[in-house]
Nanobody, 126 residues
Framework: QFELVESGGGLVQPGGSLRLSCTAS????????IGWFRQAPGKEREGISC????????YYTDSVKGRFTVSRDSAKNTVYLQMNSLKPEDTADYYC???????????????????WGQGTQVTVSS
């Protein structure tokens, strides 16, 4: 049974940090590209970062570039999203998703992702 579980969300003050985890069960994440998405209240879900399966190349949307870092831990079958210098506008539900493809992840469209986690809430507020 394929399952993705996000964790690590919570309430943090502006300027603070959180590390989100995306852990898979039933399959090996190494063979998949993983995308991180977020959806703020009243807004569409947006892709913010991804990591490719083969070369491990990464991508960040401009709004998080320089502040967020995506990485893999193959031993734990987990992908992380380290979020630093958080801003109130980062407040959203965060989701990870996977797709089996050798392409660079930035070329993958949202609709192509096969499996999604349930999301974890991040609130940035003083």
């Amino acid at each position: 049974q394929f399952e993705l579980v996000e964790s690590g969300g919570g309430l943090v003050q502006p300027g603070g940090s959180l590390r989100l985890s995306c852990t898979a069960s039933g399959f090996t994440l190494d063979y998949y590209a993983i995308g991180w998405f977020r959806q703020a209240p009243g807004k569409e879900r947006e892709g913010i970062s991804c990591i490719s399966s083969s070369a491990g190349t990464t991508y960040y949307t401009d709004s998080v570039k320089g502040r967020f870092t995506v990485s893999r831990d193959s031993a734990k079958n987990t992908v992380y999203l380290q979020m630093n210098s958080l801003k109130p506008e980062d407040t959203a539900d965060y989701y990870c998703a996977v797709v089996s493809t050798p392409r660079s992840c930035e070329k993958v469209q949202r609709y192509e992702y096969d499996y999604w986690g349930q999301g974890t809430q991040v609130t940035v507020s003083s």
